[in-house]
């Protein structure tokens, strides 16, 4: 069953990007990237993006600054993004780690959160062997613990929060980009004629 939930935080003006958060293997990345194409948006990967400016992957990263030095890059990598307007904005797992993060991304954007589960989660990265974070001999009780400490993050800072389970990519593009169009009006936007 599908659960979507408005967030009853007041919409910020100052909106002019989207923003997804959510786990890793929650599809920010994928879904993201078609929102974006469904909504004629560019968009960006702030990891990836990361990754092509430094020339090395966030595992060599986390390895060689540790992963405060990682959330350092993060954080200025985040504030450049988000200060471009009409874009769809991928971020990191960990990014509401930081109340920094958290600000920057309230202030700038409209907040998705794909919600998922942690089974779903193993399901998706099954094969993942580049994240710092699963490499451990326990990746259900690593996104279990990961899952405790950051979901109530996640919610609370959400304008619009999809349960990422059960559905085609391109049927999840849909409802995602319909449930936006719906609920959200970019800053600098048309406002609504006052004779009507």
Same mark, same amino acid.
């Given at each position: ?14 909106? $002019? ?24 948006? !560019?968009?960006?990967?702030? !990891?990836?993006?990361? %990754?092509?400016?430094?020339?090395? @992957? +966030? ?5 060689? @600054? ?8 993060? /954080?200025?990598?985040? /504030? ?10 991928? /971020? ?8 920094? *993060? ?8 409209? +907040? ?18 580049? $994240?710092?974070? &699963?490499?451990?001999?326990? $990746?259900? %009780?690593?996104?279990? =613990?990961?899952? @405790?400490? $950051? ?5 609370? &800072? =959400? !304008?619009? /929060?999809?349960?990422?389970? *059960?559905?085609? &990519? +391109? *049927? ?21 004629? @006052?004779? !009507?």
């Amino acid at each position: 069953m599908l659960v979507v939930e408005i967030s009853p935080r007041p919409m910020v003006t100052t909106a $002019r990007n989207i923003v997804f958060i959510g786990p890793m293997g929650s599809g920010k990345s994928t879904i993201g990237r078609r929102v974006a194409d469904a909504l004629s948006m !560019d968009f960006v990967d702030c !990891d990836r993006e990361l %990754e092509q400016r430094l020339g090395v @992957e +966030v595992g060599l990263i986390f390895d060689i @600054e540790g992963e405060s030095g990682f959330r350092e890059r993060e /954080t200025r990598m985040l /504030t450049e993004v988000c200060s471009r307007e009409n874009y769809v904005i991928a /971020t990191g797992g960990g990014v509401v780690m930081s109340v920094e *993060n958290c600000d920057i991304i309230r202030q700038r954007g409209y +907040v998705v959160y794909l919600e998922t589960p942690v089974e779903q989660q193993l399901t998706r990265l099954y094969l993942d062997k580049k $994240r710092p974070l &699963l490499q451990t001999p326990d $990746r259900k %009780e690593k996104l279990e =613990a990961l899952a @405790e400490e $950051r979901d109530p993050l996640y919610l609370g &800072l =959400a !304008d619009l /929060t999809v349960q990422s389970t *059960n559905r085609s &990519l +391109v *049927n999840m593009t849909r409802l995602v980009s319909r449930l936006i169009l719906e609920q959200w009006t970019p800053a600098g936007g048309d406002d609504a004629d @006052e004779n !009507d």
